[in-house]
């Protein structure tokens, strides 16, 4: 079955499927549909892969090290 993040396929402009790590999405403006017209910039709080980056230094931090690339 081809599943995929909706928020994330939507904001990126690609699929994002669910068998792939979270695309940090901070950083990018989203307008249109999603928003009601209106212009957002997405900030660090409203991206998944910064929360799992998060969850992980509370959680696992044996694996603070690991830091992947964002943009934004």
């Known amino acids: 079955m081809n599943r995929s993040w909706i928020g994330a396929s939507y904001v ?3 699929e994002v499927r669910t068998d792939e790590p ?3 999405i901070c950083g ?3 307008d249109g549909l999603m928003t009601g017209g209106l212009r957002i910039l997405l ?3 409203q991206c ?3 929360a799992q980056h998060e969850y992980d230094a ?3 931090p044996e694996r603070s090290g690991h ?3 964002r943009h934004g």
Request: proline share 10%; aromatic share 4%; glycine share 4%.
């Open 12 to 14: 990126l402009g690609r």
């Open 28 to 30: 990018l403006v989203v």
């Open 58 to 60: 509370k959680h696992h």
């Open 48 to 50: 998944a892969a910064c």
């Open 67 to 69: 830091v992947q690339a």
């Open 43 to 45: 900030e660090p709080r």
């Open 22 to 24: 979270y695309p940090h």
